[in-house]
């Protein structure tokens, strides 16, 4: 059964930063590539960030480029999100997902598994 497991969200004030976790199980790892979505009240999921498999290769939303960077540790098993710089409007619930697709994606439609999420606010 795969799982994902996300942590390290909290309040922080406005030009903050945080660091979130993501710890997978059940899958192999390396052969997928990873991703960060988030999603606000009253607002559809987004994506934020993803890590091809190797982590040689991210793309950011342009709404976080700059301020956030995605990484993984195959050997840990863990992807991270770095994030700096925040804003209040990067208050929202975020969720680490997985997809065996090749080709990046922004479409969660096409990420097959997903955690529970971490909820992230940041005060102005």
């Known amino acids: 059964q795969v799982q994902l497991v996300e942590s390290g969200g909290g309040l922080v004030q406005a030009g903050g930063s945080l660091r979130l976790f993501c710890a997978a199980s059940?899958?192999?790892?390396?052969?997928?590539?990873m991703g960060w979505f988030r999603q606000a009240p009253g607002k559809e999921r987004e994506f934020v960030a993803s890590i091809s498999r190797s982590g040689g290769i991210t793309y950011s939303a342009d709404s976080v480029k700059g301020r956030f960077t995605i990484s993984r540790d195959n050997a840990k098993i863990t992807v991270y999100l770095q994030m700096n710089s925040l804003k209040p409007e990067d208050t929202a619930h975020y969720y680490c997902?997985?997809?065996?697709?090749?080709?990046?994606?922004?479409?969660?439609?096409?990420?097959?598994?997903w955690g529970q999420g971490t909820q992230v606010t940041v005060s102005s």
């Open positions: 997902a997985a997809t065996g697709a090749a080709a990046q994606t922004t479409l969660s439609r096409r990420w097959e598994y």
């Open positions: 059940g899958l192999t790892f390396s052969v997928y590539r």
